[in-house]
């Protein structure tokens, strides 16, 4: 019995000593379960001043990247896969299968791996690289030494050689061809069959050249012209996250502590505390209403953590909380009033300490 005595004191020594429960008079700071070890965090106040920067940088966040604008594209240059059809006025017999066929692989020639293609007394022709026009010039200089004045036409008739790839939640699994008509941004989502209830359209990410841009299209809009003037070239991979991820986290002293998911442009802290019933009255520190967001460099998760608080007495914390914006990933917390903490310790020390006289009096009857 000894040993339930030993064991016991420490139980509650290391109750009363311990960051676990706080006496009157002491801050309550958020859970440090929150943060990585090496992450740096810095705490701001939610104010009207913080507001109008909050919003400027999201609008600056917003602006299309100047480099994807500058891109305008050019003239198409044919490349292997791709099905060129040749058409030759008044040489029927050069037309080149000699068949009805509409299929494109038949009734044209198709772009080898090696970048050429054969034509009947052209020869084997190099045509990677070259617009179409070059390659109808190229053939007419080859032809003009057996036809007199050959008047020729070279269309594609299937497009093989450049592709935008498309993942996340765009229906369409296969790559979208660029073709002789400039594939838009705008364009390349409509063809890509995006659910606007299922897709996140605030995190779409476009890849180009090994550079990450990423594109809020619900602030720009699919009929802006900032996204019709973004053009897409080979190789460009087009990724929208689904809006299942849209989530934030309601914990702390509130009436039900959730996981709450937003599928529209954005919610209000006001919203998020007004969907979880709102704050514990009796149990709940009004002036220590926290959102925790990750705000860290793309590359970097966890390495930066902001901390915006509101005291929900203050007489604008009403309006502030209506326009304050949450991202998803955050996390609104709500500190404990210190009474509340207090009573909790008591209610945990007592049985303790009830727990250690027990094992005293047995040790006394011993």
Known sequence: MKVAVRWAVPVVLAMVSSGCVLAPGQSVNPPNAF???DADVQVLPISSKLMAQLQAADQAAAQVP???????PADYRVGSGDILNVTIWNQPELMLTGTTSTNPEQAGRVVRPDGTIFYPFAGVVK???LTLDEVRSTLTQRLTKVLQSPQLDVSVSRYGSQKVYLGGAFRRSQPLEITTV???LTEAIGRGEVSTTDADLSGLILKRDGVTYPINIETLGLDSSSA???YLKHNDELYIPYNDRRKVYLMGELQQQRALAFKTTGISLADALSSAGGLRQETSK???VYVIRDTS????PGAVTTIFTLDSDSP????????FQLKPSDVVYVGTAQISRWNRFLSQLFPSASLVNQAQNIRNDN
């Open 182 to 184: 400039p594939l838009s």
């Open 35 to 37: 943060f990585r070890d």
């Open 127 to 129: 045509v990677t690289g």
């Open 316 to 323: 604008t914390a009403l309006a502030l909380s209506a326009s």
């Open 297 to 300: 460099p793309a590359g970097r």
């Open 66 to 72: 100047s480099e994807l604008l500058a891109h305008k």
């Open 286 to 288: 009004s002036e220590a």
């Open 228 to 230: 019709s003037r973004i």
